[in-house]
């Protein structure tokens, strides 16, 4: 593989126990040279050693775009990606002007942009929440009235379900509505800003990971199901995937899926495309340009053997990819919030965990001490610790994540006095 050409991977992110399983499967078949402004310590293992890094501000798009072409001008590339959601239009717009493999920008920025997404499915007729933008709280509250209470308020882009927020009320729009003008993931802020307020839509929620070859070519993979959250919070609090899962073969949920990446017009790449289950059908949620964050490529490797994330490669570079399963099993992971608001004072596993045969990992997020919030005001920050269990089925699966959840040990000192603002 020493005289192979490179495939250029924008931004590694500085999340290495979410991250690091999806960049070690792409190094394993592909000589990777990061796009970003350093090289994480954690990234280097899985990087070329003769030519590790090219460094660009992957904040501007125009450093990237003149950093890449600086690189390919001397150096064979096959491929460009990104597995992170704020670098995927840069990703599709320097893919697409080396000829590189892509689905266009214009695609690309559909995806991000969630007005423009719900546009286009109304436009093709696809199944999806009704939704409206929101320019402030006031016209919120009026488009909320309108739809139906209890409705979702939600950031225009961003990712990880950041500022997204579930309202009953006038009141809880108003301040949904400010939350999600401002909120971003982690401290970043990418993608067109504004707010959306959504319908609130019953049923249960899922992801599908999906490969999309070409044109009209798109293929389920997977099929991820959320855990159930508090009804307060849409944050993750866990997915599982199952080989034998009936949802794999559902036409019903296939042409919708199909339906929905036509709409927006991707033609390339490995999507997380989010659905509910509602009584009349699947209706779209969301749909992601990249891959499956939460460790949903780990999950698909343990339970179908389908390695997500050397699909994405294998397309990124115009190779084929292999997609068959080669596993039967069930794999699940788990996130624990905070019970309380406060301090974390103590957070961890029992010494043994790790050397359950059915624990896949078992991670604390967090050093005490730190102050915690408990949801709705929850966010990825406050994630204390997550662990991933594989099994023969999805019930057995379920067990187990409970059973780990038991032996987790939190203690959290909620504060003295009470305040108005706790961020």
């Not at 310590?41 to 660009?56: G, I």
């Not at 990104?82 to 995927?88: A, I, K, L, Q, R």
């Not at 993979?221 to 995937?241: D, F, W």
């Amino acid at each position: 593989m020493n005289d192979a050409p490179f495939l250029l991977l924008i931004g590694a992110g500085d999340a290495p126990e979410y991250r690091e399983f999806v960049l070690s499967r792409i190094a394993a078949a592909h000589r990777v040279v990061l796009v970003d402004a350093e090289v994480p310590a954690w990234t280097r293992p899985y990087l070329t050693p003769s030519h590790p890094h090219v460094a660009a501000d992957l904040t501007d798009t125009a450093s990237v775009a003149a950093a890449v072409k600086g690189f390919a001008a001397s150096h064979p590339v096959s491929g460009v990606m990104t597995y992170m959601e704020h670098h995927v239009l840069a990703a599709a717009q320097v893919a697409q002007q080396l000829g590189l493999p892509t689905s266009t920008p214009e695609a690309i920025a559909a995806a991000r942009d969630k007005a423009l997404t719900r546009r286009l499915l109304d436009e093709h007729q696809v199944p999806s929440a009704l939704a409206r933008q929101a320019v402030t709280a006031e016209q919120a509250v009026v488009l909320a009235d309108e739809i139906g209470y209890p409705v979702v308020v939600k950031p225009r882009s961003e990712a990880g379900s950041a500022g997204v927020i579930r309202a009953t009320t006038a009141a809880e729009v108003e301040i949904a509505y400010q939350r999600a003008a401002t909120e971003s993931v982690l401290g970043a802020w990418h993608g067109p800003q504004g707010v959306m307020v959504e319908e609130w839509l019953d049923g249960a929620e899922i992801s599908v990971e999906t490969a999309v070859l070409g044109p009209g070519d798109a293929r389920i993979l997977a099929v991820t199901r959320k855990e159930s959250a508090p009804i307060n919070t849409t944050q993750e609090y866990g997915h599982v995937i199952c080989a034998s899962d009936p949802l794999l073969h559902d036409r019903e949920l296939a042409a919708v899926v199909s339906a929905a990446v036509a709409a927006l017009g991707l033609t390339c790449g490995v999507l997380c495309i989010e659905l509910m289950l509602t009584p009349t059908g699947p209706r779209v949620v969301e749909v992601n340009a990249r891959l499956g964050g939460d460790l949903l490529p780990l999950l698909a490797y343990h339970a179908l053997g389908i390695d997500l994330a050397q699909v994405a490669a294998a397309l990124a570079t115009g190779a084929q990819p292999d997609m068959e399963p080669t596993r039967r099993a069930a794999a699940g992971i788990r996130f624990a919030y905070p019970d309380v608001t406060g301090v974390l004072e103590r957070l961890a596993f029992p010494a043994g965990v790790h050397h359950l045969p059915y624990v896949e990992r078992a991670v604390p997020s967090l050093r005490p001490p730190t102050y915690v919030s408990t949801p709705p005001l929850a966010t990825l920050a406050d994630r204390l610790a997550h662990w991933v269990v594989v099994a023969q089925d999805a019930a057995a699966c379920r067990f187990l994540l409970a059973d780990v959840a038991l032996g987790l040990d939190v203690s959290i000192t909620p504060p003295v006095h009470a305040t108005s603002c706790t961020r």
